[in-house]
């Protein structure tokens, strides 16, 4: 099969067009006739040499595609799923049973840039047949990692448990993720404010759904959030006075936003960060997290034993894919490149100039 792989560390030259064994699924596992792939930042870090995929995954990128079922490994169970929210369990709607020839879509631990794949058959999601393979890529990354590190909770370290009625801060609001996390805390009822970097990305977040916009070259966001809650929010949900801020941050930072962050959230406030765009250390005033019980948590979907993965997705296809479906969650797909253009992609994402995610276009390399 065709595949991208990283020639060695470095820049999007190092991404070249080879030839790769097709994979044989193992037990649990499907075999995916890949038709599309998404683009992460995750892809360009591991592309620089700062992100290596977890122990037995593929050293091809891409955390994310959409294609068909082509063949199913020997049946075994799917790992036990680890639960990560809710007030109901799996168990409360079906889980999906693959076959070949089904359409899916799929979060991956690597291997995504390539014309086929190998994934715990408990990492799928089924995709109805009007909806585009291009579109179907762009979400499998997107709504876990949100929902996961947003929405899910209450259990320790299993997501910041965001309410209706409530704050969000999304960092990158123009972004794959942003985009995703607007619509998301639109239809979960909470409140969102974004941080961009241009006027064309705040119109289009403001045209998405979210309730207050920040230019982060312009305006110091821990003062502008602390404005717009405070006008927005006098009061908490005991009918006490609320300090201003935002209830959860979902961040892609890091350390260069760490100590604004935390002072950014109100009383009880949790920061989730999923990124290091802004370094990895940091100093902060310990006292400040006690004194206001706030809180900070940090994961990476990628490393995450496949059972809480599994159970991720699960909750993503009781939860967040019927408001897919119904249209009030919406891909939002920037471009779409063939695979061999993968550096190209991959440029889009760190130039800053894509809204939304991109996607690979891999149909054309099985011709």
């Not at 470095?10 to 596992?29: A, H, I, M, S, W």
């Not at 762009?138 to 929405?151: C, D, G, I, K, M």
Request: hydrophobic share 40%.
């Amino acid at each position: 099969m065709r595949a991208i792989e990283i020639s060695e560390p470095g820049g999007p030259e190092q991404l070249r067009l080879t030839d790769r064994p097709k994979p044989v699924p193992g037990p649990g596992e499907v075999l995916v006739r890949v038709a599309a792939a998404g683009v992460n930042r995750a892809d360009v870090l591991q592309r620089q040499g700062f992100y290596n995929p977890p122990p037995g995954a593929t050293d091809i990128p891409g955390l994310e595609v959409a294609g068909t079922v082509e063949a199913l490994g020997t049946p075994a169970p799917v790992p036990a799923a680890t639960p990560v929210s809710t007030g109901t369990t799996p168990a409360d709607t079906p889980e999906y049973a693959p076959a070949p020839g089904d359409r899916v879509a799929a979060l991956l631990s690597g291997g995504g840039y390539a014309e086929y794949v190998t994934v715990p058959a408990g990492q799928l999601i089924p995709l109805p047949d009007d909806m585009s393979f291009t579109d179907a890529a762009a979400l499998p990354e997107v709504l876990s990692t949100v929902y996961s590190n947003v929405f899910a909770g209450p259990e320790p370290g299993s997501g910041a448990h965001l309410a209706a009625g409530q704050w969000l801060l999304v960092h990158g609001g123009g972004s794959g993720i942003g985009t995703c996390a607007i619509q998301m805390a639109r239809v979960f009822g909470a409140k969102v404010a974004v941080t961009v970097g241009s006027a064309r990305k705040a119109e289009f977040c403001r045209e998405l759904g979210a309730d207050a916009v920040i230019d982060y070259k312009t305006e110091d966001f821990v003062a502008r959030i602390k404005e717009i809650t405070a006008e927005a929010s006098p009061t908490d949900a005991f009918g006490e006075p609320r300090k201003p801020g935002a209830d959860v941050i979902f961040d892609v930072i890091g350390a260069k936003y760490l100590e604004r962050n935390i002072r950014a959230l109100t009383t009880g406030g949790r920061l989730s960060i999923i990124g290091l765009q802004g370094g990895v250390k940091a100093e902060i005033n310990l006292n400040a997290l006690m004194r206001e019980r706030k809180s900070v948590m940090g994961t990476t979907l990628r490393a995450r034993p496949a059972g809480q993965k599994a159970a991720i997705v699960s909750e993503v296809r009781r939860r967040v894919w019927p408001q897919v479906l119904a249209g009030a969650i919406r891909p939002i797909v920037h471009r779409v490149l063939p695979l061999g253009e993968a550096g190209a992609a991959q440029t889009l994402l760190e130039d800053g100039t894509s809204i939304g995610k991109v996607v690979l276009d891999v149909a054309d390399a099985h011709a």
